[in-house]
């Protein structure tokens, strides 16, 4: 079902649960992130996704944190229903700030994929990647981030879907995003955090690697690392069996799973 919130934005619900899952996705990607989970967590959750302002649905939108975030608030405040909150990079912002902003009648629990502190070379990141967006086409650009980002676990058809994806963005919104959170430090985000908090990362994510999730869990309070095996930095992507198991456990029981 296609909603729009009272601010423009558009955004999409998936089954009709007691609980709500929101999910953020990654920077460049819009609610196709989540493509691999969404069916089988409708099934027991309302599952609302959207094409975050810059992206998709929402490309006309000129992309801030603070919209971002607003946007998300809005969502949860219109669907009536308490929602556990999942973000993946660039949603990990996002999702971490409503969490702090809201109360735990409202937020059931926080789910960060990708997550860190901030970066610590962020101005000369942004640099960099408007170089190199000077001299290729995002098309050109989303063969490259697929073959750095995705691992060899992930199936063929699913790489070629984000490179399609990645390819149909905006290169000024991109850019756009990307400076809108970039260079944006999390900590004192993270010290606010009140409920209970999945960090989930994975082995061979080398953006945002294992060392950085610790550096989070050290921060949230009643907060767990998950390291996912055979996962790079979309889990969601590579691994998205894995990720939803971890998900609905950690959802019913409050605490990851054992295994």
């Known amino acids: 079902m296609e909603m729009q919130t009272a ?11 007691n609980v709500a899952v929101l ?5 460049g990607l819009g609610q196709f992130l989540f493509h691999r989970i969404r069916p089988q967590l409708s099934r027991n959750y309302r599952v609302i996704l959207w094409d975050p302002r810059g992206i998709g649905d929402n490309e006309h939108f000129y992309p801030t944190l603070d919209d ?4 998300t608030i809005e969502i949860l405040g219109e669907i009536k229903k308490p929602a556990h ?3 993946v990079s660039l949603g990990s ?6 969490a702090a902003l809201n109360p735990e009648s409202l937020v059931r629990s926080l789910t960060l994929m990708g997550a860190t502190v901030g970066f610590d070379n962020a101005e000369e990141d942004i640099q960099s990647r408007h170089r190199q967006l000077e001299s290729m086409t995002m098309q050109e650009f989303a063969h490259i981030y697929a073959k750095t980002t995705l691992t060899k676990y992930v199936l063929p058809e699913v790489k070629e ?15 756009q995003s990307m400076e809108a959170f970039y260079a944006v430090r999390n900590e004192e985000v993270f010290r606010e955090i009140n409920v209970p908090t999945l960090i989930m990362v994975g082995v061979e994510d080398t ?14 309070r009643s907060s767990e690392v ?23 456990y950690f959802w019913k029981h409050g605490r990851m799973a054992d295994d």
């Open 7 to 17: 601010r423009g934005v558009t955004y999409h619900v998936f089954g009709d649960g």
């Open 23 to 27: 999910a953020h996705p990654s920077l």
């Open 68 to 71: 971002w975030v607003g946007d």
């Open 85 to 87: 909150l999942l973000g």
């Open 93 to 98: 912002w996002v999702m971490s700030r409503v």
């Open 161 to 175: 879907n984000l490179v399609l994806e990645l390819g149909q963005v905006d290169k000024e919104k991109y850019l």
């Open 207 to 220: 953006r945002t690697p294992p060392q950085a999730a610790d550096e989070v869990q050290q921060l949230i």
């Open 226 to 248: 998950k390291v996912v095996p055979r996962a790079g930095h979309l889990g969601v992507l590579d691994q998205p069996q894995r990720v939803i198991h971890e998900c609905e």
